[in-house]
């Protein structure tokens, strides 16, 4: 398993975009699927991208062509920029990693971060 930090949450006005930073510590991040999930309040939490080990990426309907995931395995860092936010974007976002794509998307990856708040105002 790796340990993640997650930074670069915020407020933001609608329209605007925001970086979200997800460190990784431990041995064999490379050989792990990431991904970033978000929970709004009051709904379940949801996967919004995700990574694989050969940098194979995925989105939810609701963030394509807006956000963007990417992964540096030097730095053991994966990315989400997110442009062209909107009030619906607000929430929790966490970091996950998994060296199983299927725990991952299943929403039981073996590592967890722990959350960083976006919120869009309108």
């Known amino acids: 398993q790796v340990q993640l930090v997650e930074s670069g949450g915020g407020l933001v006005q609608t329209g605007g975009s925001l970086r979200l930073s997800c460190a990784a510590s431990?041995?064999?991040?490379?050989?792990?699927?990431m991904g970033w999930y978000r929970q709004a309040p009051g709904k379940q939490r949801e996967l919004v991208a995700h990574?694989?080990?050969?940098?194979?990426?995925t989105y939810a309907d609701s963030v394509k062509g807006r956000f963007t995931i990417s992964r540096d395995n030097v730095k053991k860092t994966v990315y989400l920029q997110m442009n062209s936010l909107k009030p619906e974007d607000t929430g929790v976002y966490y970091c996950?990693?998994?060296?199983?794509?299927?725990?991952?998307?299943?929403?039981?990856?073996?590592?967890w971060g722990q959350g960083t708040q976006v919120t869009v105002s309108s």
């Open positions: 996950a990693a998994d060296t199983s794509l299927g725990r991952l998307v299943a929403g039981t990856p073996g590592s």
């Open positions: 990574i694989t080990s050969n940098s194979r990426t």
């Open positions: 431990g041995s064999m991040f490379s050989a792990n699927a």
